[in-house]
């Protein structure tokens, strides 16, 4: 695909976010013509890969998959790990706690490993990284923090730093407190002799011979070379330094790094370089709309969410609406797994018709979600005949627990339906079962009729009674519930409907009826009207 292909951008987000990237290269005092657009994604070592880890990998990538679409030119993802920062709390969710208390302070990199599989604990996580991106099929570059100080690939940027040195204290330090303020340097040294990362004031900056010289708690004077990983720098001026040594053109961060990004922007102009364009996506909130933390724990892991849904319903959920807060909670599972169904259908449909179809109908493809999701190309078998909130409806239903009961039901439906030919079904059918019995079943409750809707379910039950053994689509399925909705004034429709959902089900909201009829069958569909009715 080439620039070529568009008629007109795509106004998908990644897209939009394309154009962006475009147009800084553009604006690049640096002749970039012959270099790959870098996007950058960033890491903090100090705990385990997240969900929100996997959004903003995922979101880059998108962004680096539209640049490429649009262009035609190389892109890459650069993940960079800060496994120079020292540790300022042992996390509680790892082993050997003691022995990591004995270490705080001290670079990630420089930690013994409280798991015993690696070198240090900064190796440890950035396996685990490198593990989850992998797993999700990411591409990307890693970097590590500690090897790009050590092997002196900052050298220059940080002896640039050493010649600008007040002017960044002057842009950070009336954002600190005041009793920080006056002993900030953007330079933090490692004792020679403790490990540890220093905080301390810079008493000389000698530029010539590319040191700075400081005292530590004892008084202990210390003179060290700001090169070859003897110093790291404060994690703003930090941010800033890597966008300017590494030449970062592109780089997300949340809401709650809005203030960072920019002092980071102009700590980044300062050294001269030019700053990477940007997106600021909003944080997730939980189901009580609160803001979501790891140390709350009040969130939804990946673990979570890939229980109950496939992981391309996930980057779904992560592809909607960036710039807007969400909830992220067991509830959003079912919807973004169908929107994701939906999609594909979609893709599959004009994929099949593409070469016949008008050039602006074609684009469509480029605006799909699911497009981004499969990097552009359809997979074979990638969607569902049936979307994940009918498996859940017929498991509530029948109250089902073991999954050839549920395979039962959609291969009287379809017989051809089997779990060999439909990969994504035969996932979709297990994670129905493991959100209904954990989220559905607990919580079911059937509501008595009332009078008008008692004579409506009745009128129901009699038509559905004179189809007998005859076959009916699903189509005329629904136009019959439809139409007794009507005849008996259910003003709004959408009443009759909340009626069988209630009634029936159990449930606030439910599928498209006709279609649950065909699956769950009419004689099953008369005996639960029946049943309803008996307990009114």
């Excluded at 890491?43 to 890969?49: N, V």
């Excluded at 109250?399 to 291969?411: H, P, T």
């Excluded at 996932?427 to 079943?441: P, T, W």
């Excluded at 009699?462 to 009507?486: C, H, P, Y």
């Amino acid at each position: 695909m080439s620039k070529s292909d568009f008629s007109s951008i795509p106004k998908a987000w990644p897209f939009e976010e394309a154009v962006k990237l475009v147009e800084h290269l553009k604006s690049k005092k640096e002749n970039t013509d012959d270099k790959p657009a870098l996007l950058e994604t960033g890491y903090g070592p100090s705990g385990l890969p997240h969900i929100g880890t996997f959004g903003e990998v995922a979101r880059t990538s998108w962004v680096c998959q539209a640049y490429q679409a649009l262009t035609g030119k190389s892109a890459k993802i650069l993940a960079f790990s800060d496994d120079m920062d020292g540790l300022r709390k042992v996390p509680e969710n790892v082993p050997n706690q003691e022995m990591l208390k004995q270490h705080l302070g001290k670079p990630l990199s420089r930690i013994p490993d409280p798991f015993g599989t690696h070198d240090s604990f900064g190796a440890h996580n950035n396996a685990q990284l490198c593990a989850f991106l992998d797993r999700f099929g990411f591409e990307y570059e890693f970097a590590s923090s500690t090897d790009y100080y050590q092997q002196g690939r900052f050298d220059a940027a940080l002896k640039r730093v050493l010649e600008v040195h007040d002017k960044i204290v002057s842009v950070v330090a009336p954002t600190l407190r005041e009793e920080r303020r006056a002993t900030y340097s953007p330079i933090l040294p490692i004792h020679p002799e403790t490990g540890i990362v220093m905080q301390v004031p810079m008493e000389k900056l000698d530029i010539a011979a590319g040191t700075v010289i400081w005292r530590d708690e004892n008084g202990k004077l210390f003179e060290t070379p700001v090169t070859g990983g003897h110093v790291k720098l404060q994690w703003k001026a930090d941010w800033a330094m890597r966008w300017y040594a590494l030449g970062v053109d592109y780089e997300m961060s949340g809401k709650d790094l809005i203030d960072s990004v920019r002092l980071s922007t102009k700590i980044c102009k300062i050294l001269g370089g030019t700053p990477p364009t940007n997106l600021t996506y909003e944080l997730f909130l939980d189901d009580q709309g609160q803001k979501i933390s790891k140390s709350k724990g009040n969130g939804l892991s990946i673990e979570e969410w890939l229980n109950y849904a496939p992981e391309q319903s996930l980057a779904q959920y992560m592809f909607n609406a960036p710039k807007r807060a969400k909830r992220l909670f067991f509830d959003v599972i079912p919807k973004a797994t169908d929107e994701y169904l939906q999609h594909v259908s979609n893709w599959a449909e004009l994929e099949a018709k593409k070469d016949s179809v008008e050039p602006s109908e074609k684009e469509k493809i480029y605006n799909n979600p699911a497009w981004f999701i499969h990097n552009g190309q359809l997979p074979q078998k990638a969607g569902s005949p049936i979307t994940f909130a009918m498996l859940l409806n017929l498991a509530s239903v029948a109250n089902v627990e073991r999954a050839e009961i549920l395979w039962g039901f959609l291969k009287r439906y379809d017989a051809t339906v089997t779990p060999e030919n439909n990969p994504m079904l035969s996932q979709l059918v297990n994670c129905a079962l493991s959100y209904y019995a954990d989220f559905i079943k607990p919580n079911k409750i059937y509501r008595k009729p009332e009078a008008h809707e008692i004579k409506a379910l009745t009128e129901l039950a009699q038509q559905l009674r004179k189809i007998g053994d005859n076959t009916v689509s699903a189509d005329e399925l629904q136009n019959m519930v439809f139409a007794v909705g009507k005849q008996n004034e259910f003003e709004p429709l959408r009443a009759w409907f909340g009626c069988l959902y209630e009634v029936l089900l159990g449930q606030k909201e439910g599928p498209r009826f006709g279609m649950f009829i065909a699956l769950y069958g009419v004689k099953e569909t008369i005996a639960l009207i029946d049943s309803a009715l008996a307990r009114a």
